[in-house]
């Protein structure tokens, strides 16, 4: 399978005039008695047209894994995309159809992922095969088969992941405004019970405001645990925007007491050049009274 995508990407490269870009995410954090600053991501990316029907995205990043503080770098996208007269297909290492309206509707990844990448809902990108299709005005339909385990993990098991995604409306409320609405469902076998996840979401931008809300519900092995998340984002002037965000986790639905509440609110100073510059505050709160914790954070987001 390596050898598969070094060929996309070899390709790619010799008979394509495709775009670089990237993106980085880094932050300054106080928590308790301790400051610093961190690196969070690194996103380096090349694409473009190889012809009318034929395009292809690939694109590496860079990050720590969660058990290990050295940087690595994941091939997390080698992505070929095939226009037809039925709809649009995709194949290779490919981006998931179960986050990215919300994310968009939520508006500030270098913030904080979105509420199904942050409780580990769903994967971002996996090996396989897609299709969309707009059937009519503004309702766009997408169904992928992948392997399940993420970019990060071979092929674990003989179970494919299948992915459902419809979404009524604008999909880049971040950019353009307008409202949408949707429905996300995903469905893996195992040898013994399948895990599904359920995902509502809805979001409305215009007159300056941007808002976002969803309901996200997943089953493994019959534990249940759901995320209730909605934000909220005002444009102060066309540089300055003030947002909050608010997340209800549960773990597990058939325990009492067992939840987490994740606040974090804050502003977002854009700048020349592709710089953004976000202070923050973040806040923890359990349902069992235990204590709670509060972060401060200046997140910077470099577009290039």
């Not at 039925?86 to 904080?112: C, D, H, P």
């Not at 976000?278 to 009274?289: K, S």
């Amino acid at each position: 399978m390596k050898k598969i995508l070094l060929v996309v990407s070899i390709t790619g490269f010799m008979f394509a005039e495709g775009k670089i870009g990237g993106v980085t995410y880094f932050d300054f954090i106080s928590i308790d008695d301790s400051l610093a600053f961190n690196f969070q991501r690194q996103y380096f990316g090349y694409g473009g047209e190889v012809s009318d029907q034929v395009s292809f995205n690939i694109l590496f990043d860079v990050g720590r894994p969660e058990l290990d503080s050295r940087l690595n770098v994941y091939l997390k996208k080698a992505q070929i995309n095939y226009k037809s007269s039925l709809g649009k297909f995709n194949f290779g290492l490919i981006g998931m159809n179960t986050y990215a309206v919300q994310e968009s509707n939520w508006g500030y990844r270098f913030i904080e992922k979105s509420a199904i990448d942050k409780n580990n809902f769903s994967s971002t990108a996996d090996l396989g095969v897609g299709f969309s299709k707009s059937l009519i005005d503004n309702l766009n339909l997408s169904l992928l088969i992948v392997n399940g385990e993420g970019f990060k993990t071979p092929q674990g098991d003989k179970f494919q992941k299948i992915a459902f995604n419809a979404t009524y409306g604008e999909s880049n409320l971040n950019k353009n405004d307008g409202y949408n609405a949707g429905l996300v469902y995903t469905t893996e076998s195992t040898d013994t019970d399948p895990t599904t996840m359920t995902s509502v979401f809805g979001g409305f931008a215009g007159m300056g405001i941007r808002i976002g809300g969803e309901y996200d519900m997943q089953t493994i092995s019959g534990v249940n645990k759901n995320i209730i998340s909605v934000s909220a984002n005002y444009s102060v002037r066309d540089n300055i925007d003030i947002f909050t965000r608010y997340d209800i986790y549960d773990g597990d639905t058939s325990i009492d007491n067992d939840g987490e509440n994740y606040l974090v609110t804050g502003i977002v100073l854009t700048c020349d050049g592709g710089i953004s510059v976000a202070p923050n505050v973040r806040m923890i709160t359990n349902e069992d009274d235990s204590e709670s914790s509060t972060e401060y954070k200046v997140n910077f987001q470099f577009k290039f």
